[in-house]
Nanobody, 123 residues
Framework: QVQLVESGGGLVQAGGSLRLSCVAS????????MYWIRQAPGKERQFVAT????????YHADSVKGRFTISRDNAKNTVYLQMNSLKPDDTAVYYC????????????????WGQGTQVTVSS
C-alpha cells in the first residue's frame, strides 16, 4: 500500500504561482510513475502531468505545457508540481496518483490516489 498526501494548494491571483507537493509513505516512491490529475467543479478529471520512476521522463498536458512542471525527489519520497502563470481555468482539486506504468494519460485507472488539494485562481 502507498499512502499519498498532497499539500500546497490555496488561493492565488491570476498570473501567480504555487508549488504542490505529494509525499508518499508505505512504499518507496521510486517504484512508481507519478501523476498529477485535476478535477474542476462539474467537470471530469483531467490529466495534468506525469513523471517516470527515475524522473528522467516527463509529459505535460497541452493545457499546462510551458506553465507547469512536474518533478520528483525519490530520496524524499516526494513529487512536485510547480505551477506558474496560473489562470482561473486552472481552478480545481489537484490529486497526485501513483502507478507502476508511465505514460497513462487517459482513463485515470491509477493504483493509488491522494485526497487532493484545492487550487483556486482568482481573476
Amino acid at each position: 500500500q502507498v499512502q499519498l498526501v498532497e499539500s500546497g494548494g490555496g488561493l492565488v491571483q491570476a498570473g501567480g504561482s504555487l508549488r504542490l507537493s505529494c509525499v508518499a509513505s508505505g512504499r518507496a516512491l521510486s517504484g512508481y510513475a507519478m501523476y498529477w490529475i485535476r478535477q474542476a467543479p462539474g467537470k471530469e478529471r483531467q490529466f495534468v502531468a506525469t513523471v517516470s520512476r527515475s524522473g528522467g521522463s516527463t509529459y505535460h498536458a497541452d493545457s499546462v505545457k510551458g506553465r507547469f512542471t512536474i518533478s520528483r525527489d525519490n530520496a524524499k519520497n516526494t513529487v512536485y508540481l510547480q505551477m506558474n502563470s496560473l489562470k482561473p481555468d486552472d481552478t480545481a482539486v489537484y490529486y497526485c496518483a501513483a502507478d507502476p506504468r508511465y505514460g497513462v494519460v487517459s482513463g485515470g485507472s491509477y493504483d493509488y490516489w491522494g485526497q487532493g488539494t484545492q487550487v483556486t485562481v482568482s481573476s
